[in-house]
Nanobody, 127 residues
Framework: QVQLVESGGGLVQAGGSLRLSCAAS????????MGWFRQAPGKEREFVAA????????DYADSVKGRFTISRDNAKNSLYLQMNSLKPEDTAVYYC????????????????????WGQGTQVTVSS
């Protein structure tokens, strides 16, 4: 098992930046492909970004490409999401998720494949 705790959310003006962190504990962090998802009020949870176990491969939702960057530090058991040029439509609760896998380079974009989830951190972007 792995436990995930997100942090770094908050209130920011449109055009601003935030960096989310996800701290993992428990089973070896480097054995998990990781992802970020978000859920806005009244909407379904949606994929934001994903990264492979090794960190060599990433994938992004079209809505955040060029603005968000996912990264990980396996030595620190941590996952990050750098969010730049934020827009009001980025307002949501952001969740990190972990998928145990033997594959070093796979990226996982489907929420159903993830085994573990954090509790979420609120990001609010004002116009």
């Amino acid at each position: 098992q792995v436990q995930l705790v997100e942090s770094g959310g908050g209130l920011v003006q449109a055009g601003g930046s935030l960096r989310l962190s996800c701290a993992a504990s428990g089973r070896t962090f480097s054995t998990y492909a990781m992802g970020w998802f978000r859920q806005a009020p009244g909407k379904e949870r949606e994929f934001v970004a994903a990264i492979s176990r090794s960190g060599s491969r990433t994938d992004y939702a079209d809505s955040v490409k060029g603005r968000f960057t996912i990264s990980r530090d396996n030595a620190k058991n941590s996952l990050y999401l750098q969010m730049n040029s934020l827009k009001p439509e980025d307002t949501a609760v952001y969740y990190c998720a972990a998928d145990w896998t033997v594959n070093y380079i796979i990226v996982v974009v489907e929420a159903a494949h993830y085994d573990y989830w954090g509790q979420g951190t609120q990001v609010t972007v004002s116009s």
